[in-house]
């Protein structure tokens, strides 16, 4: 009952967290012509929010370790409301993407929460079941949030959207302040934490593991910088077809990740993360030839797409937990490294992507490519560290 309770907690922080990266989506265009400046500089706040996110991760993760999990994550709430209360009061676009940074520097901070309150619960193919459901709410968070996020700014302007994630916020904090979190087991606070997280990444199974995750984020990402420009600006989309899309993207998501909790305990995890990210190759595959082919239709860049998402549903939660599972350190130092990392990939691929911003779907199909077979090749390299393992332990 208490991890099904904690495990709530942590679907509900990664939801506001992720919240943040789709909910404006569909008010890109609107922000623009609000505010003095251009569509790409707007369409940078995506990149922006995810370098917030990744600045601090290792430093909550710490932090984390050493005042408990219940105050870093009411700390990093705090932040985010602070941050997404005060973006609709922005006079330019140089403020309202400072205010993004900020608004990333607390939804960092909520995300590694999330994820160590799942890792402090449960350990194996459990911790891939319930990373699975974080899995879900990270995609609903982009379906749903691009939804409401539509619905706000057709009835009450792009503003609102930023005083909605404002009040969750405050919402959950709230509701944190009546829970009692599960008993973690207790590590050094003498051994300094960035040796430890430099041990960590220099340890081959981990870093494999947490490079294919990283990778198959980096495909959401790529779509979501440059998407609403290319369905709203070729496609002549309205803000509120863009908002449905968050849908089917939904809908793909959880396909994925309920996959993960029925068939990842029989099967194994290499295999599936091998299956999801053979699912992601073929549907940024489909995507490109459809961007070269048949450009005139857009079904043949967001249908692949869901297809994509189921692969990455798929991959993603299982990815974290052989990170986890296979770092040479305990404790909530894995999660947070992988994070950062994470964070870090999609912020570097979302400024790639937003250099790549036009009407034509071609130059984020290939970047999507490229990101998938970079993830394969991770996959493969998990197999052999797996292999190499066994091999010693047999020894």
């Known amino acids: 009952m208490k991890n099904s309770t904690t495990l709530t907690l942590a679907c509900c922080s990664a939801f506001l967290a992720q919240v943040g990266i789709s909910s404006y989506l569909p ?49 990093a ?6 941050a997404s209360a005060a973006i609709p009061s922005a006079f330019n676009v140089e403020a309202f993407l400072s205010l993004r940074l900020i608004q ?9 929460m999330a994820r160590v309150l799942v890792r402090d619960s449960f350990s194996g193919a459990l911790l891939a079941k319930g990373l699975s459901w974080l899995g879900m709410t990270f995609v609903i968070a982009l379906g749903v949030g691009q939804f409401v996020g539509s619905l ?29 979190f599960p008993m973690r087991a207790k590590v050094d606070l ?24 990283g990778l198959g984020y980096g495909v959401i990402i790529a779509f979501n910088t440059c998407a609403p420009l290319i369905l709203q600006g070729r496609f002549e989309w309205s803000a509120a ?13 959880l396909v994925g990740a309920l996959m993960v909790n029925r068939f990842v305990a029989r099967t194994g995890r290499l295999m599936m993360m091998g299956w999801g990210v053979t699912l992601v190759l073929a549907g940024t595959t489909v995507m490109l030839l459809g961007s070269v082919f048949a450009s005139e239709l857009a079904v043949l860049l967001w249908l692949p797409y869901c297809l994509a998402i189921v692969g990455q549903s798929m991959s993603y939660p299982i990815s974290l937990s052989l990170a986890s599972d296979e770092s040479p350190v305990s404790g909530s130092y894995a999660m947070a490294l992988s994070g950062f990392m994470h964070q870090w990939m999609a912020a570097l691929i979302g400024g790639v992507a937003s250099l790549l911003v036009s009407q034509q779907a071609w130059p984020l199909s290939l970047l999507c490519v490229a990101l998938a077979g970079g993830a394969g090749m991770c996959v493969a390299r998990c197999r052999a560290d797996q292999n190499a393992l066994r091999k010693i332990s047999s020894i």
């Open 77 to 82: 709430l705090a932040v985010y409301a602070s």
């Open 104 to 112: 990333g520097l607390g939804a960092g901070g909520v995300s590694v």
């Open 241 to 253: 077809q863009y908002g449905w899309l968050g849908w089917p993207i939904s809908a793909a998501y």
């Open 152 to 180: 706000l700014l057709v009835t009450f302007g792009w503003e609102a959207i930023f005083y909605g994630l404002a009040i969750g916020a405050v919402v959950l904090m709230v509701v944190l302040q009546r829970v009692e």
């Open 27 to 75: 008010a890109v265009p609107a922000i623009a012509h609000a505010l003095p400046g251009a569509e790409d500089h707007v369409a940078l706040a995506l990149a922006i929010y995810l370098v917030g996110m990744a600045l601090p991760m290792l430093l909550w993760g710490s932090l984390g370790e050493r005042f408990g999990r219940k105050p870093v994550l009411l700390a």
């Open 190 to 213: 003498s051994v300094c934490a960035w040796r430890t997280y430099v041990l960590i990444v220099r340890y081959p199974p981990f870093l494999h593991a947490a490079l294919a995750g």
